[in-house]
């Protein structure tokens, strides 16, 4: 589904964020991208999102090559994959309720289909009884389930998770991991980043362990091992 | 679905509006200005035409006929000089009319009129008063009559004498200081106005750096761009909208105090009624301009945290 091919990733002040990457994700894998801060996991993610270009090689979606895509097939690409932020990114302005609607007004949905699937997404997260509360006026764990609902509300063929659990309580932790298995029994493919330990471990499905840019373990049921 | 979009769009334009509160406030604030700017320099180019305009028609050319020369013959000299394309008008002044024009004119100079009284005929010719249909044409005219030559009975011209040469300095110092009055009128608006968009757009530009974050993340969540820039354009054009409605409200006590205080100054023109009279083609032009501005600045400003 997901095809790494050769990819290099060098910042212009010279730092290579990522070195010699081929992997590839199947659909309906749950896989965890794991390694130490400055490793290459975001800049992994925002390479799927074609947030950044890679230096060399080639990023593949199914049979798209991701950084050749228009400004209008690249916005469809990105409506089937949902993303999720350590930094939540909601918009500060809207609602929970509109910040899902937000993603299903830019995917052409209909009045009715929003208010019929909103709360029912609002509700799977628990926080249907905070639909008009503002970012703002949610909890780092509130939010983080928000933005999970939000990436979900499309149904996306694929969710791409930077470090969803980095700012968040140990039982928001929990609930968050939860939550994306239960997205993944469901047939969507999971990418998740993280450094925690108790998160990759309690998953127990494939790891990927980057260190300095490169892969150095690609395990089928892996543990966090650094 | 364009309906439906395009209702979707307009309702997220006033949802941030509202939500943005002092975003929008400062926006406004900053517009607000620059429509006075703009308004200041409409009535400014309206006192300065008026007055350029008065200066204007107070130039002509004055052709002096020979004293005794039969009426019909100057008529005949009158049709002729009003076809004359750079003509405007022309006015007949006969002999009898310019001599009561020329006692009116000395009733306190005793002396000039017991002398005028000693003369058996009148000493005053009738005149032509022409007028140009721009100050820039007197020389032509004026060489309409070096060319035309004699116009009397025989070979005798019935011309004494046309005033263009004794005028013509005057008459070329007023044609400069009129070009240059307008041209610098222009110059003035032009640096006002350029000063007013920058500061808009700038403005426009800050408000929306402030949001650039929240851009990126529509577009990674799968928004079009035209579905992010709608929005911010409808902002913007509400700005242009309420700074219009503001700026209008400001003019009423400014252009009342100019029309109470400063009519005579303004050479006659009264501000607040010429600003009454004109307040819906005020508000047409703040408004495409404050609106125009908001809306493209809003697209020129969103366009460099669109390309996600």
């Known amino acids: 589904m997901i095809y790494f091919k050769g990819v290099k990733k060098e910042y212009p002040q010279g730092s290579v964020a990522l070195d010699e990457i081929t992997i590839s994700i199947n659909a309906g894998e749950f896989v965890s991208v794991v390694g130490h801060s400055g490793a290459g996991k975001t800049t992994l993610v925002k390479l799927i999102i074609a947030e950044e270009e890679p230096t060399e090689g080639t990023v593949m979606f199914e049979s798209l090559d991701v950084n050749r895509l228009s400004s209008r097939d690249l916005t469809r690409l990105r409506r089937r994959i949902g993303t999720v932020f350590q930094d939540f990114k909601l918009l500060p302005n809207k609602t929970a309720f509109e910040n899902i609607a937000f993603a299903m007004e830019a995917a052409g949905k209909s009045d009715e289909e929003i208010a019929a699937d909103v709360p029912h997404v609002l509700d799977l997260v628990n926080l249907l009884e905070l639909k008009d509360h503002f970012p703002g006026q949610l909890s780092g764990g509130e939010k983080q389930r928000l933005a999970i609902a939000r990436a979900i509300i499309n149904q996306p063929e694929i969710i791409v998770a930077d470090e969803p659990t980095g700012n968040l309580d140990p039982i928001s932790t929990y609930e968050i991991v939860q939550i994306l298995k239960k997205i993944n029994e469901l047939g969507t493919t999971i990418i998740l980043t993280t450094h925690n330990r108790g998160v990759v471990d309690s998953i127990g499905k494939r790891v990927i362990t980057l260190e300095k840019g490169r892969v150095v373990r690609d395990d089928k049921d892996g543990r966090y091992m650094i | ?308």
């Open chain 2, 1 to 308: 679905m364009a309906m439906v979009n395009f209702k979707r769009t307009f309702r997220t334009g006033f949802l941030n509006f509202s939500r943005n509160s002092l975003v929008s406030l400062s926006s406004i604030l900053v517009m607000t200005i620059t429509l006075c700017v703009l308004g200041g320099v409409l009535l400014f180019q309206h006192v300065l035409e008026t007055t350029l305009v008065n200066v204007e028609n107070k130039v002509d050319v004055t052709v002096y006929i020979v004293p005794g020369t039969n009426e019909a013959s100057i008529l005949t000299l009158k049709d002729k000089v009003s076809d004359v394309p750079e003509v405007a008008n022309v006015d007949y002044v006969s002999e009898n009319q310019a001599l009561a024009d020329f006692r009116a004119r000395h009733a306190d100079d005793q002396t000039t009129l017991q002398a005028l009284d000693e003369l058996d005929q009148n000493p005053i010719g009738a005149m032509l008063n022409i007028k140009a249909k721009d100050i820039s044409q007197y020389e032509s005219i004026a060489k309409f009559f070096d060319n035309t030559g004699t116009l009397g009975a025989g070979s005798q011209s019935i011309i004494d004498h046309v005033d263009y040469n004794k005028n013509k300095g005057d008459i070329d110092a007023i044609q400069n200081i009129l070009a240059n009055g307008r041209r610098l009128g222009l110059l003035v608006t032009l640096i006002l106005m350029i000063i007013s968009i920058i500061v808009t757009f700038n403005t426009m530009r800050l408000a929306i750096y402030f949001t650039r974050e929240e851009i990126s993340v529509m577009r990674l969540v799968g928004a079009s761009r035209s579905h992010v820039q709608g929005p911010f354009i409808v902002e913007g054009t509400l700005y242009g909208f309420v700074a219009t409605l503001l700026a209008l409200i400001i003019f009423l006590p400014i252009t009342f105090w100019f029309g109470t205080h400063m009519t005579d100054f303004f050479g006659g023109v009264n501000l607040f009624r010429y600003y009454l009279g004109n307040i819906l083609s005020f508000a047409g032009i703040l408004f495409v301009f404050g609106a125009g501005l908001g809306a493209l600045s809003s697209v020129l400003a969103t366009r460099k945290y669109l390309k996600v």
